[in-house]
């Protein structure tokens, strides 16, 4: 039987392992500098989504429409996007972000033009638990907040037809009071944001 040599037996292991993690971190390296330039598009694609989607305005699903819906209607002014929506009026979104259950919920929230009503919200970032926290990106949960006003209170789901009432998801109890309090703290600081103060 022979015998293997100290460089078999616990050199070549070594190099074996190195060379193998050296490669894998290339390839990794060079799978995210060949797609960041598409990544970053993607992420402001999104951005302009959200925002459209917090003021009330339609748009459709080609990338190339959205963009020039939001070059032609919305202009950035620090963390405030004034969107012209014609005859319309004029709505202003703003970034709100608050604890979640298990991480912060990032939203848009849309008011309007006499800073009275809100125009609707988009979600940003979420890391609810699916099927239940998750559900406030359903569309009818973002819609319930069009036309209403805070501080909001917080009723079952499927029962609020008040201004200042909103929807709980049932199960979600956490993520429901977490969305109410960041709403509520975007409507109290969300005029003085819009107005400079």
Same mark, same amino acid.
């Given at each position: 039987?022979?015998?293997?040599s ?22 990794t ?29 339609? #748009?459709?699903?080609? *990338? $190339?429409?959205?963009?020039?819906? =939001? ?5 950035e &002014?620090? !963390? ?15 970034p ?7 991480g ?36 009818? #949960?973002k819609?319930? *907040? $069009?036309?209403?006003?805070?501080? =909001?209170?917080?009723?079952?789901e499927? &029962?609020? !037809? ?12 956490r ?14 600081e ?8």
């Amino acid at each position: 039987m022979k015998k293997e040599s100290f460089f078999a037996k616990r050199i070549y292991p070594l190099l074996f392992m190195l060379g193998i993690t050296v490669l894998c971190i290339a390839v990794t390296s060079g799978l995210y500098l060949f797609t960041q330039e598409r990544v970053e598009a993607n992420e402001n694609l999104f951005l302009k989504k959200t925002v459209l989607e917090a003021a009330g305005v339609s #748009y459709p699903d080609d *990338f $190339i429409e959205i963009n020039r819906i =939001f070059d032609e209607i919305v202009r950035e &002014t620090g !963390d405030v996007f004034t969107v012209n929506k014609g005859q319309g009026g004029t709505a202003f979104v703003v970034p709100f972000t608050g604890p979640g259950l298990w991480g912060p919920i990032s939203l848009m929230v849309g008011f309007a033009g006499e800073l009275n009503a809100l125009t609707g919200i988009g979600i940003i970032s979420q890391n609810e638990t699916p099927g239940l926290g998750a559900r406030i990106e359903e569309p009818w #949960y973002k819609q319930q *907040f $069009i036309g209403k006003w805070g501080p =909001f209170t917080m009723v079952e789901e499927g &029962t609020a !037809d008040e201004p200042d009432e909103i929807d709980s998801l049932t199960g979600a109890t956490r993520t429901s009071r977490s969305v109410q309090a960041i709403m509520n703290r975007a409507v109290s600081e969300g005029p003085q944001i819009i107005k400079g103060e």
